[in-house]
């Protein structure tokens, strides 16, 4: 089961995980296997379908936007990232 | 002179051939007509620190005769090359050259008569910038490291950096760059100090609550540090202001609270060709990476869009341990210096990411966006949106 780790602000849609299993084989598995289990993170991840604009997802270290978005191949031992924007600085 | 110097000298003339000023310059000028790829000749001055600083011939490199021995190999690793000495008067150098000798070294030759002779004979000499005691003792500590140096610690000196907030980020980066010596340092912050500041904003202190943040700062710089100048803009950046503003700075460091901020400063630093260190913190958690234009990505290339408020609580809404941003501040602040000397790799396309609970740093890697509305082919970074009316309310 591949790894998927949550940032800080979205922990509170998966019961306050900071990282989690899921079980697929491409990114649309991983999410969907996900979602059964934390349907709120839908509506934050992909609110159309499409992955959102502003949630950067990354499996290991590479942004699923530049390999191939929701069909990125995602093995047991990849580390799939939950990343959206930070703006604090003060 | 007694006799068993006479002697020295009287063996040193044997062994060691000597050139006039006159045969060092056209040799020199020869060089420089041969272009950069035939340069055989290498120049050394072995006089005392004080006299290279009253002058010296252009192109030299300077290893006193005192530290001769251990600083030659380094500073001229290959031993087939012809090298020059040359010290006041011509007797040093030609002791210089027995050593270099002893050494292995093929071709050392003394400049007879000395850097007294080539100046008497008209030819060019520079005067190096020099550091008053002061600044020598106070960046001793930097001139002993090859990347820095008394040349990098003058880069330093001349350097501009853009502080945007003297807040969490703000405040480390902006003590740690001047006491490293970075010579002005801008601060854009129109907010007042508060007492809920004082967890994590060090350059502010109790008595100053209620001051400018900008004034706050300039003043706990200026005490750490007379070689820098503060210069406090008490304002917002916003579209007015912002070329303005960042067209006197060699770097920008980016510490704001927002996103209407954040972008509006990536599309001006992308027109006006601005690096900026961008570094952002919540909670536990802080990441930073460097935009340099048309270099890496851009933060529009990164984030295309703001997330929703709920998404994106400031410190004021969700919080911040209060040693975070010294981390995230201080990693921004090396960056920084990294740009300002030219070295090392800084962080484009690379976004550092680090969990104070976890104790984890992680990077991953960015890119650029081709289609990118600020910084792809077909980009008009002067008329984008910020988002200005689509996110939370600025907070301190």
């Known amino acids: 089961m591949a790894t998927v780790r949550l940032a800080p602000v979205l922990r509170t849609f998966a019961g306050g995980s900071k990282q989690v299993s899921a079980q697929g084989t491409t990114l649309a598995d991983v999410l969907h296997d996900l979602y059964e289990r934390f349907p709120a993170l839908q509506e934050q991840l992909q609110p159309d379908g499409s992955l959102s604009r502003f949630i950067n997802i990354y499996v290991n270290d590479q942004d699923v936007r530049y390999l191939q978005g929701l069909e990125t191949t995602v093995g047991p031992a990849d580390t799939v990232i939950l990343l959206p924007a930070m703006a604090g600085g003060h | 002179m007694g006799d068993a110097s006479r002697e020295i000298m009287r063996q040193a003339r044997r062994q060691v051939p000597e050139w006039t000023p006159s045969q060092v310059h056209e040799a020199l000028a020869d060089q420089h007509e041969a272009g950069p790829d035939q340069q055989e000749i290498v120049l050394v001055d072995v006089r005392e620190k004080h006299e290279w600083n009253e002058g010296h011939v252009p192109g030299a490199i300077h290893v ?253 809404e969700a919080g911040v341990l209060g040693v975070l941003p010294g981390i995230i501040g201080l990693l921004q602040a090396i960056e920084t210096m990294k740009l300002l000397l030219g070295i090392g790799d800084p962080l484009v396309g690379r976004l550092q990411t680090y969990d104070g609970l976890a104790g984890e740093f992680s990077e991953l890697r960015l890119y650029r966006d081709p289609q990118c509305p600020a910084c792809g082919e077909h980009a008009h970074p002067e008329n984008l949106p910020t988002y200005a009316e689509f996110c939370a309310v600025p907070a301190r």
Not at chain 2, 108 to 130: D, E, H, L
Not at chain 2, 154 to 169: E, Y
């Open chain 2, 64 to 316: 006193p005769r005192g530290f001769l021995e251990l600083q030659i190999e380094e500073a001229v690793p290959d031993k087939s090359k012809t090298i020059v000495l040359y010290c006041a008067g011509g007797v040093r150098s030609l002791i210089a050259g027995t050593t270099l000798q002893q050494m292995g070294y093929k071709t050392p030759i003394s400049m007879s008569g000395g850097f007294g002779q080539w100046k008497a004979n008209g030819y060019p000499f520079v005067q190096p910038r020099t550091m008053s005691e002061a600044q020598s003792k106070r960046y001793s500590r930097h001139v002993l490291i090859p990347e820095v140096g008394e040349a990098g610690q003058f880069k330093l000196l001349d350097s501009r950096v853009l502080l945007i907030g003297a807040g969490g980020l703000g405040s480390p980066a902006a003590y740690y760059l001047a006491a490293a010596g970075v010579g002005t340092i801008g601060i854009i912050d129109a907010d007042v100090v508060e007492e809920s500041n004082l967890q994590r904003q060090i350059l502010h202190n109790t008595k100053r609550v209620g001051q400018y943040k900008a004034e706050s700062a300039r003043e706990t710089i200026e005490a750490l540090n007379p070689d820098v100048k503060v210069i406090p803009y008490i304002e917002r950046l916003d579209e007015t202001n912002v070329a303005r503003i960042i067209a006197d700075y060699d770097v920008i460091l980016d510490g704001t609270d927002n996103f209407p901020t954040r972008y509006l400063l990536n599309d001006a630093a992308i027109i006006a060709n601005k690096p900026v260190v961008h570094g952002s913190v919540f909670r536990f958690e802080g990441q930073l990476t460097v935009f340099k234009p048309h270099e890496g990505p851009c933060y529009r290339c990164l984030y295309p869009e703001p997330p929703p408020p709920e998404l994106a609580p400031s410190c004021a």
